[in-house]
Structures are given as structure tokens and as C-alpha cells.
């Protein structure tokens, strides 16, 4: 049973353009809610994450929004940049133990 | 900040032989380890969990045998490939938890790309 769902599989949008990749997980006891950026041959790097006590988390072209209730979560990126083309995960855990991590999603940012 | 230190980060070798890969925590003791399989274009997928001082959790389909983990100090865990063959060829990524680190709990190593000839 996949643990989360991510969509879309990709996204093409314009430079200055936002980007939104959507998540949804099915276990309530989740309380920790990271999106990571992954670059060809590199190890994911941390974008941004949530705890489920707040509803929305902003730090610079990046915004998280929670809805505990729909339990659902999604990374949304302001002014895209062609450097922002990668591949975004997003992951949920019981903090401590494994991550289960999305399908991904493959941004391409058209300058 | 934390670093997840993982070497090496490329290698190839012959079918048969067998690889170990390291990971360590810089600055901080995790006793704590995870080891992930990257296939491309798809997600991490967990294989084992690494615990300090003891044997490791491995996920339904891996095999303990192939996958030899070892986690003997709080900086250090190596995971060993053996008898390797080319369908283990893939991206392998450890993580090591920080209890410290309320923020990220976990930190991930920059992975280690494996092809078997």
C-alpha cells in the first residue's frame, strides 16, 4: 500500500511561473512532513517541511500548506526558476523512524 | 550544520565481487541509520534500518544476506553488497537520524552510484 501519493508525475511551467506538486498520505500518526529536491546523482536535499500543528509554512519561494483533515500537503514554488528543474519528493514520517517518500515529481522550469 | 558523509560515491566493479559502502554522521552521533534504494526515475524505497550496537531491520524483499549492514559506532555505518551481480546496480542513499535537530530529523548522504559490469 503506498503510503503517499504524489502527483503530477511531472510539470512543465514558464519562468516566474508557480509551481504546485500535490501529496497526500493515509497514516494520522504521521508528524512530520519534508519536501526534498533531488538533482541527477545527488542525494535529496531538504527544501522545507511541516509539523501538522501548523496549516502553512513559508520560507522564501517556498510554501508549504497542510489540511490535516483531507491529509493532504503540497509544496508550492513561487517565481520558478530554470534552476529550480529537479525532481521533488515529498515524504511523511513518525518522526525518528523511516520515511516514506512519494513517487516524485519532475519539474522542468522553460526559461 | 549536521552532514551525512557517504563514500564512495561512484563505483563499478566485475559481477561477483563485492562492495562496501560507508556513511557517516560529521557532527553528530546517530544511533540511527536508514539505507535506501534508488532505481531511476523512481523513488527512495527503504531497505534496512541500522541500529547502533545491534543488527539491523531489514524491509520485506531484501535480502539480509546480500545486504550486509553494520553500524559498529554512533558515526558509522557501512553496508556491504556482496557476491554483487548487475541488477544490484542502482543509487544507494543513507540517511542518519539527528534527535537533536527538531527541524530535520534526518539527514541524507549525497549517495553512492553502484554499476555492476
Known amino acids: 500500500q503506498q503510503q503517499v501519493k504524489q502527483s503530477p508525475q511531472s510539470l512543465i511551467v514558464q519562468k ?10 493515509e497514516n494520522t500518526a504521521f508528524d512530520y512532513f519534508p519536501w526534498y529536491q533531488q538533482f541527477p546523482g545527488k542525494g ?11 496549516s502553512e509554512k513559508k520560507e522564501g519561494r517556498f510554501t508549504i500548506s497542510f489540511n490535516k483533515s483531507a491529509k493532504q500537503f503540497s509544496l508550492h514554488i513561487m517565481d520558478s ?31 | 550544520g549536521a552532514v551525512v558523509s557517504q563514500h564512495p560515491s561512484w563505483v563499478i566493479c566485475k559481477s561477483g565481487t563485492s562492495v562496501k ?18 532505481f531511476p526515475k523512481q523513488s527512495l524505497m527503504l531497505m534496512a534500518t541500522s541500529n547502533e550496537g545491534s543488527k539491523a531491520t531489514y524491509e520485506q524483499g531484501v535480502e539480509k544476506d546480500k545486504f550486509l549492514i553494520n553500524h559498529a559506532s554512533l558515526t558509522l555505518s557501512t553496508l556491504t553488497v556482496t557476491s554483487a551481480h548487475p ?27 553502484l554499476s555492476i559490469l
Do not use: K
Open chain 1, 16 to 25: 516566474g511561473g508557480i509551481s504546485i506538486i500535490n501529496c497526500a498520505y
Open chain 1, 44 to 54: 535529496p536535499a531538504l527544501l522545507i517541511a511541516i509539523r501538522p500543528d501548523v
Open chain 1, 81 to 111: 526558476q530554470p534552476g529550480d528543474s529537479a525532481t521533488y519528493f515529498c515524504a511523511a514520517s513518525i518522526v525518528g523512524n523511516q520515511f516514506y517518500f512519494g513517487t516524485g515529481t519532475s519539474l522542468t522550469v522553460i526559461p
Open chain 2, 21 to 38: 559502502i560507508e556513511c557517516r554522521s560529521l557532527d553528530f552521533q546517530a544511533t540511527t541509520m536508514f539505507w535506501y534504494r534508488q
Open chain 2, 87 to 113: 541488477e544490484d546496480s542502482s543509487f544507494y542513499i543513507c540517511s542518519a537520524r539527528d534527535l537533536q535537530s527538531r527541524d530535520q530529523p534526518q539527514h541524507f548522504g549525497d549517495g553512492t552510484r
